[in-house]
């Protein structure tokens, strides 16, 4: 079974109530989107894009943007179409590891902004998944993460019962994560990474230089 197979058979049913039953545990995803300042006629990608809620929410708060959402999950896209209709927003479903935006959505290859929400720990070969999506960057452009973190602060068994909970849906923070995003920071790249309530999550923003 390969991954995508595995997220149709967990997300099968479970997209008809995800947005109702994630509130609270995917913190900062609307603190991500305010962030992000985009202006007309940036092209924004969301991998993992999921039921397409904050795709909806992008194209509210910034009219006039091109949106794209890539999820390798059907199921969930089929949600997503679905919140979506009407918006300008293309979907196609496919690999992280494998982004191909001309092949995908039929369109160049760069993007303004990438949107990485609670999906880079739910992907296989995630650093990949990133150094992917940085060739795909147009100068001057960001890519937004908001994800689990280490949950360093909390007391050990209510860790212990996140993680153990979080794996029933193929969700593995790596602690490696941090590590990685911190070697990128080079000339051409800036990061900023900002832990959230205790290290539950953590926000991290990937700037290319407009050189």
């Keep these: ?56 929410k992008i194209a509210r708060r910034y009219p006039g943007t091109e949106l794209f959402g890539l999820d390798v999950s059907k199921q969930m896209l089929q949600t997503a179409g679905r919140k979506l209709k009407g918006l300008n927003v293309a979907l196609a479903c496919g690999s992280a590891e494998e982004l191909d935006p001309v092949q995908l959505f039929g369109q160049p290859q760069t993007f303004d902004a990438i949107i990485f929400s609670y999906s880079l720990s739910m992907i296989p070969d995630w650093r990949k998944a990133l150094e992917t999506a940085m060739t795909h960057m147009n100068a001057g452009g960001s890519l937004h993460i908001v994800d689990f973190y280490d949950q360093g602060n909390w007391p050990k ?3 212990t019962i996140l993680i153990r909970w979080l794996a029933q849906f193929g969700v ?16 051409d790249w800036t990061v ?14 990937l700037t290319k230089s407009e050189k």
């Design 192 to 205: 900023r990474i900002e832990p959230l309530f205790a290290r539950y999550a953590f926000l991290a923003r």
């Design 1 to 56: 079974m390969d991954h995508g197979d595995r997220m149709d058979r967990i997300y099968r049913h479970q997209r008809h109530v995800y947005d109702a039953t994630r509130v609270f545990f995917l913190a900062g995803r609307d603190r991500l989107i305010r962030a992000m300042d985009l202006r007309p006629g940036d092209r924004v990608l969301d991998v993992g894009c999921g039921t397409g809620r904050n795709l909806r």
């Design 172 to 187: 593995r923070f790596d602690s490696t994560a941090m590590d990685f995003l911190q070697s990128i920071t080079t000339q």
């Design 157 to 159: 068994i209510l860790r």
